[in-house]
Each structure stands twice: as structure tokens, then as C-alpha cells.
């Protein structure tokens, strides 16, 4: 069992669908997503360990574990499978998480996803990695430094995710991506085409199309989800 209990906001009735933000924000990231999709399903926005309301914990600050915080939530939660919604780290989580435990995912829907860090940018990765080494050798002094350096950590460490190990991922994925996104598109088409049941969209924008584009998005979303069973 995990250390912590999540914090989340949850919406309407129906399906369960679970959505997870990106590194250092919280739920409240998905506004335009709860709204919509809370009018046919039961909507959960988690916070993952420490963000958000959700507390640290003691727990490692990793990928692998915020999965590992998934599994207790939902068990929690008597949910036992879900459509999943991941976006950026929390699309690293989402695909970590239906990796180890696909019997209890529906669907899947991975926006601005990354494999291992080489799927960045250089001209985005290259700061974080500077920032986490500054934050890094401060940590021990200035707590907020260490925050920082947790945070950073996990765009410089994680995730780690063999393209080959997706060859045997038989849950229906939607992989979306920003027309501009800070992760290359090479890296986001090799994640949609190593996937058996992986369908590529790409939407006009940045990497942050689910807040900026949430028209575009969500019309994305839930035609993927309208049109795909999942067995």
C-alpha cells in the first residue's frame, strides 16, 4: 500500500476515466477536460505525489512509483479498469502504469508522452538539465532547491521505456501531440507505431494543446474513444 493518499476531484457519472497532469501541476490542469468529459463519464483529476494537495510522502519521486500510487488509488477507489488519460509526465506514468497492469486499462490516451529522455528537444531538455544539476548541488541547503531538483529529476531521469516493450501492449492508445510540441515527432510517431493498437493525432499547437486547444482536444479524445473497443 502506498504511503499517501491522493488527492483528486471527480465528476459525473458513468465510465471511469482518469486523468493525470504533467510534471509540477496538479488536476486543475484539466478544467476543459473535466467539464466535457464529466457529461457522459465519472471524471478523475489526481494530483500524483507531491503536487498539488497530494502529499510527498516518503516514497522514491519516481515514474515507477507514481504508477505504483495509481494502482492504490484505484483499488481505493473500487475501480477496477479505466480509460486513462495521461499528458506529458503523467503520460509517462499512464503508459508505465498500463505496461505493468494492462488488465485494468481500457483505453489509453498519451499526450506529449516520451519514451526516455532523447524524445525532448535539445532546446528544451538542455536547460532542464542544467536547472536540475544547479538545483541538485543546492538541495542539501535550500529545501526549495531539493523541490526543484525532484522535479527536474524526473525530466532528466525518467522514464526509460524500451520501444520494443510497447510491442506487446494490446490496449487501444490514442497518441496525441502538438503540431509544435516540445517532444520531437519522430519520438511521438515511434511511440504510436510500436504500439499494436496506436493511433497518431496530431492537433495545431504546442505541448500544452489539452489546455490551450481544448475543442480541438477533446473533439480527439472522445472520437477516439466513441470508435475504439475495448475487449
Do not use: W
Amino acid at each position: 500500500m502506498s504511503d499517501i493518499k491522493l488527492h483528486f476531484t471527480c465528476r459525473g457519472s458513468g465510465p471511469p476515466l482518469i486523468l493525470l497532469h504533467g510534471n509540477g501541476e496538479d488536476g486543475r490542469y484539466f478544467a476543459g477536460q473535466l467539464a466535457f468529459f464529466s457529461k457522459t463519464r465519472r471524471v478523475y483529476a489526481v494530483d500524483s505525489r507531491g503536487h498539488g494537495q497530494s502529499p510527498r510522502g516518503t516514497a522514491p519521486f519516481t515514474i515507477e512509483q507514481f504508477a505504483r500510487d495509481l494502482l492504490d488509488f484505484m483499488d481505493e477507489q473500487d475501480i477496477a479498469r479505466t480509460d486513462l488519460l495521461g499528458f506529458s509526465d503523467g503520460g509517462n506514468v499512464a503508459l508505465t502504469f498500463a505496461l505493468a497492469h494492462p488488465e485494468r486499462v481500457s483505453r489509453l490516451v498519451l499526450n506529449g508522452a516520451n519514451l526516455d529522455p532523447s524524445g525532448v528537444k535539445p532546446s528544451v531538455q538542455a536547460p532542464i538539465v542544467l536547472g536540475y544539476r544547479i538545483a541538485s548541488f543546492f538541495a542539501r541547503r535550500s529545501p526549495k532547491a531539493r523541490r526543484n531538483a525532484e522535479l527536474l529529476g524526473l525530466m532528466v531521469n525518467d522514464p526509460h521505456i524500451p520501444p520494443e516493450d510497447l510491442r506487446g501492449l494490446h490496449v487501444p492508445t490514442l497518441v496525441i501531440a502538438g503540431t509544435r510540441d516540445m517532444i520531437k515527432e519522430a519520438h511521438t510517431r515511434l511511440i504510436a507505431d510500436s504500439l499494436p493498437g496506436g493511433r497518431l493525432v496530431l492537433v495545431a499547437g504546442d505541448h500544452f494543446i489539452a489546455a490551450r486547444e481544448p475543442d480541438a482536444f477533446n473533439r480527439a479524445v472522445a472520437d477516439f474513444l466513441a470508435n475504439t473497443r475495448s475487449d
